[in-house]
């Protein structure tokens, strides 16, 4: 029996990601950050959502592949130890891909595989190795943690 699971299509310039629904705690415009002191790659700074510190990360900086230009949405995405903002140019909605049909060839990092529908490529990202690589590059905790 096919698995078919619920994806978030986001754009990172003109890129179509695809996050898993399960990990997204919520969509919010773009906010204004407070810059960090830190000098960790991939954080944009850090922003208050109701009452909740969260360090704003950018994934393409920090897998080396440039910047989002010009971030329209914030995907608050809900790891089991911790939770961060990522900056994203678009959302485009939700996506029903069927797990099975997932193409592994260009597996890496944190893009768990791929998906071709209707002539365009979805990148789909991988929830433990995308919260690996932002621990990779930065102790949130540490950034957050006003003591």
């Known amino acids: 029996m096919a698995t078919t699971e619920m994806w978030v299509v986001v754009q990172l310039n003109s890129e179509p990601l695809a996050f898993p629904a399960t990990l ?22 850090l922003i208050s959502l109701r009452g909740e ?12 592949l440039g910047n989002v230009e010009k971030p329209s949405f914030m995907l608050v995405l809900d790891f089991p130890d911790s939770r961060v903002g990522v900056a994203v140019d678009k959302v485009e909605g939700v996506q029903y891909f069927n797990v ?21 490529l979805y990148q789909l990202i991988s929830s ?20």
């Not at 360090?55 to 393409?60: F, K, P, Q, S, T």
């Not at 890496?108 to 209707?118: A, H, K, L, N």
Request: charged residues 15%; proline residues 5%; without cysteine.
């Open 53 to 64: 510190t969260l360090a704003v990360m950018d994934v393409l900086q920090m897998s080396g």
């Open 100 to 120: 099975d049909q997932i193409d592994t060839n260009m597996a890496g990092g944190y893009i768990q595989g791929t998906m071709t529908r209707e002539e365009r």
């Open 24 to 45: 997204i705690k919520e969509v919010v415009p773009w906010q204004t950050l407070n810059p960090v002191p830190s000098q960790a790659l991939g954080v944009m700074g």
């Open 128 to 147: 433990s190795a995308l919260e690996q690589l932002m621990g990779q590059y930065t102790d949130i905790s540490i950034i957050t943690d006003p003591g």
